[in-house]
């Protein structure tokens, strides 16, 4: 059984949490896992995650993928007027 995704929380490249809304740009190239040569460096938005992926909406074509977590960087966090 997997576990809440409070228990397990998604992060970056750098070790960053990835809180849903954030912004983040594909650093690793892995076409296995949806990470294309041609999105390398893109910005995206996050707009959902399961167990150990998150999907993102590329600005550019408006795309929307499933990547694993250490193929991005985050470079924006939400802000929810905290």
Wanted: charged residues 25%; proline residues 9%.
């Amino acid at each position: 059984m997997p576990l809440p995704l409070a228990s397990n929380p998604l992060r970056d490249a750098d070790g960053t949490l990835i809180p849903l809304q954030s912004r983040v740009a594909q650093i690793k190239v892995d076409k296995n896992h949806g990470a294309l040569p041609d999105r390398l460096h893109q910005k995206a938005q996050v707009i959902g995650r399961d167990f150990n992926r998150i999907c993102v909406r590329f600005d550019v074509g408006q795309q929307l993928v499933w990547l694993r977590p250490n193929l991005v960087r985050v470079i924006e966090t939400p802000d929810y007027g905290y």
